[in-house]
């Protein structure tokens, strides 16, 4: 019952929080989709406006050079002339603002698609009417100072003929008084010619009193209806005002910076710029990544490799000036020397160092305890090959130990047997354990080449060399093999777990180059050369290949640092 309850609320709980889980996501791509469609709406929005904008310029400057030439090409014309472009401006400006739409640059902006409809057309018609308004102001102002011309000699027109009349006056006047003057009787007397031409004066006087009263007050009424006007000053050559003309389009400078201040405030917006800005600089250093091991690789590959090929081998028994003997063959046509288990017959005077893990039965009667290191001479060789921790054992009797990879169901031991006077360069990460005279010490010495390029390709700068007699348990992934190195044999490096000093160790490019750029293949396969020598190796090598986990980086850096030391 505990168990089912136990089980009813494991399936509930997870089920709930996949719910959750289900509400959470789905919550943040709505609002992930909201953001993004306003970032695209305005982004939209702002591009068309910025488009009918320098596209209002543009149009902008036509009209006002268009409407420049054109109006001063009035100065000189008629007041008739003048009144017929004004009247057709004035009616331009009724119907432009008749069509003009007043709300389309307001917030909240429409959509992409009426803006690009009609947002270019707006601004147009917008700057069409600033330049017709302006130009309709001009001519209300020249047509004022024409008409103020021509009151002007109206009026003094008029008052020419006031003079005149009034002159004419004072001259009818003049020969009255000098008429009475030379007869004094005789003009009054009627009937006489003095008196005939008196009257006469006298009729034609009144007529020019007349005639200038009505010069007087012509003029004075004309003087009346110029007013201001006979003083209005001819205007200057008419020109745009390119402030104003520019204070036609504050509603759609006004609308951008709307825009741009929500695209702003959207966190998409905010981070594109920066994204933007770094983006040249990451795709470089992507395509430096990608290529720069490629051409490493091919560097290495085409030059220095052809370089080791042909150099000559490294004779280890020379080099290192130890004596080079072989190891026993295993029978003919088999090199096969490793099983999941091998049992050995532990010699009185003799010891075993082993790791627990793979003693599987020993007799009762054999004396064990713990040696933490396999030699205190090599203490960081030891721990980097894992030889800690060991089981020592030794009996006073004959006793039969079988030994076996307890840990890992692939793994199979070998036992390579060392007879006095043979040496083996021997990589430690193989070996789990040793069998030696318990009153001799272990013969284990290490061999730095810095100056070959064999070496330093394969990164193997430190040999480490053992020499018997002493027996090697070896662990082997899928088997360990025990082969003659005869005229010439190539094998993968990290399959090789040591040789006799006696062979001729040199290293040949891989074959293919593909499989090696894809990392499928190491760039230099070890090659072995020598009637006389052998050398050892197991059949699947498993260390530093595990691709995929996040940790195979780290492992194999850390099995390139243990092959620069021989581990």
């Not at 005229?487 to 499989?515: C, H, K």
Request: aromatic content about 6%; overall charge positive.
């Amino acid at each position: 019952m505990r168990q089912l309850l136990t089980a009813i609320l494991r399936f509930l709980l997870r089920h709930a929080l996949q719910f959750a889980l289900f509400i959470v996501i789905l919550l943040a791509g709505r609002l992930l989709l909201a953001e993004w469609r306003a970032y695209s709406a305005g982004s939209e929005a702002v591009a068309v406006l910025r488009l009918a904008a320098d596209g209002a310029d543009h149009h902008g400057a036509g009209l006002a050079a268009a409407a420049t030439v054109r109006v001063n090409a009035l100065q000189t014309a008629s007041h008739t002339a003048i009144a017929a472009r004004l009247a057709q401006v004035q009616a331009q400006l009724t119907a432009l603002r008749a069509r003009q739409q007043a709300s389309l640059f307001t917030l909240p902006l429409p959509d992409a698609n009426t803006l690009a409809r009609h947002a270019q057309e707006e601004a147009a018609r917008r700057v069409e009417i600033e330049v017709l308004a302006q130009e309709a102001r001009y001519l209300t102002a020249l047509q004022a100072a024409i008409s103020g011309e021509d009151a002007r000699h109206t009026l003094a027109r008029l008052h020419a003929e006031h003079v005149g009349a009034y002159a004419a006056l004072q001259n009818n006047l003049r020969q009255r008084r000098q008429l009475e003057a030379q007869h004094p009787l005789a003009a009054r007397l009627p009937g006489s010619d003095a008196y005939a031409q008196l009257s006469q004066l006298e009729a034609q006087g009144q007529r020019l009193r007349d005639i200038n009263l009505q010069a007087y007050q012509a003029w004075a009424a004309q003087r009346a209806r110029t007013g201001d006007a006979a003083h209005a000053a001819h205007p200057a050559p008419f020109a745009i005002d390119e402030q104003a003309l520019r204070g036609a389009l504050a509603p759609v400078q006004k609308a951008i910076a709307a825009g741009e201040g929500q695209l702003a405030r959207n966190w998409i917006g905010r981070w594109r710029a920066p994204v933007m800005n770094v983006a040249p600089t990451a795709a470089l250093l992507v395509l430096s990544a990608i290529l720069l091991p490629a051409a490493i690789k091919a560097f290495f590959y085409f030059v220095l490799a052809p370089v080791a090929s042909r150099l000559p081998p490294l004779s280890i028994a020379r080099e290192l000036q130890v004596a080079g003997s072989s190891l026993p063959l295993p029978p003919h046509g088999e090199s096969r020397i490793s099983a999941v288990s091998q049992g050995l017959l532990l010699q009185p005077g003799q010891q075993m160092l082993i790791h627990p893990e793979y003693l599987q039965s020993s007799p009762v009667s054999t004396h064990k305890r713990t040696q933490w290191l396999l030699d205190w001479r090599f203490p960081f060789t030891s721990l980097a090959a894992g030889m800690v921790a060991l089981t020592r054992l030794h009996s006073d009797e004959e006793a039969c130990v079988t030994i076996s990879a307890s840990d890992d169901p692939l793994l199979e031991v070998a036992v390579v047997r060392l007879p006095a006077g043979s040496a083996l360069v021997f990589q430690p990460r193989g070996l789990v354990g040793l069998v030696c005279d318990s009153n001799q010490p272990l013969a284990i010495s290490s061999h730095w080449r810095l100056g070959s390029l064999h070496a330093w390709l394969t990164l193997q700068l430190r040999f480490i060399v053992f020499r018997g007699p002493v027996t090697l348990l070896v662990r082997g992934c899928r088997g360990v093999r025990l082969e003659r190195a005869g005229q010439g044999r190539s094998i993968s490096q990290s399959a090789t777990l040591g040789f006799t000093t006696d062979v001729l160790y040199s290293t040949m490019r891989s074959e293919t180059f593909i499989p090696y750029l894809r990392g499928q293949q190491a760039l230099l396969n070890d090659r072995f050369d020598g009637d006389n020598g052998v050398y050892l190796y197991e059949e699947t090598p498993r260390h530093g290949k595990q691709p995929g986990k996040a940790g195979s980086w780290f492992e194999g850096f850390t099995d390139a640092i243990l092959k620069v030391f021989g581990i």
